[in-house]
């Protein structure tokens, strides 16, 4: 039987081949782009050369409250409540680095405990999730109580760990009504961890994740809760879609 399925096979693909002319045309979409921008690369995980730096280990400047953080030897420590950025972004993609506390106090949410809130609302957790057990949509990476890491990459407590952030902002029309969900990807220290996750609405503690209408463009949010989590290397692209027109069929050389 499977001799014979075999040959039905090689057959269908035999006949496929001949049927497929020898000297075919390049086939062309007709569609004339914009050309891509020149953008420099960053080197070792630093700003690329069109991104907006939100933290350099300087100054927090950029961020509402950042005066209450404590900024040395090139991290901030977060305390006295949550930085918001000054500056808003929609489609975006976001890198920072974190480490949680190197003295483990706590359990649980209570360990390391911080959040990368896109558009100041959808919390991607920042835990101290090595060996610390809590809800699986609660640990580091998680989309705050809509879903879980797919797998659990966090170094230990007081190593430095990166978060990679590609962000597409939900769409509301005119009348605030949703016409397209929040999308996101996350890489924790070079591990997938959502990939292109839909998000269900605003996360919180208490209540039900759900949409309510904010602009096309909302600060990023960096948690304070209760525990002296470290920042350094904030960096932020904002991303739009090329141009594109419709042309004549022009081949590509
Ligand atoms: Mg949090």
């Not at 690329?48 to 400047?61: E, Q, R």
């Not at 949410?109 to 990368?116: C, E, I, P, Y």
């Not at 797998?151 to 990166?162: F, H, I, L």
């Not at 890489?187 to 096309?216: K, L, M, S």
Request: aromatic share 10%; with cysteine; glycine share 12%.
């Amino acid at each position: 039987m499977r001799t014979l399925l075999g040959i039905v096979c090689c057959g269908a693909f035999a006949s496929w081949l001949m049927s497929a002319p020898l000297s075919a045309e390049e086939w062309v979409s007709g569609k004339v782009w914009e050309e891509p921008p020149v953008v420099t690369p960053g080197q070792n995980g630093g700003p690329p050369s069109d991104a907006v730096v939100l933290f350099d280990g300087k100054d927090l400047s950029q961020w509402e409250n950042g005066e209450s953080w404590i900024v040395e030897n090139g991290y901030a420590i977060s305390q006295g409540g949550g930085i918001t950025s000054k500056q808003k972004f929609g489609d975006c993609q976001v890198h920072l680095e974190f480490a949680t506390p190197e003295k483990v106090e706590g359990s649980g949410q209570g360990r390391g405990n911080s959040g990368l809130y896109m558009m100041g609302r959808y919390e991607i957790q920042i835990l101290d999730s090595y060996e610390n057990p809590t809800y699986f949509d609660g640990q580091c990476g998680a989309i705050y109580k809509q879903h879980p890491p797919l797998v659990n990459a966090s170094r230990k407590p007081g190593e430095w760990q990166t978060y990679d952030v590609i962000f597409t902002a939900p769409r509301f029309d005119e009348s605030g009504q949703l016409v397209k969900p929040a999308y996101v990807t996350v890489i924790h220290n070079g591990v997938v961890v959502q990939n292109h996750f839909e998000i269900e609405g605003a996360t919180a503690w208490d209540r039900a994740p759900e949409y309510a209408p904010h602009g096309e463009k909302e600060p990023i949010h960096l948690q304070f809760h209760g525990n002296p989590v470290r920042f350094r290397n904030i960096w932020v692209r904002e991303m739009r879609e090329l141009g594109c027109r419709q042309g004549e069929a022009k081949a590509s050389h």
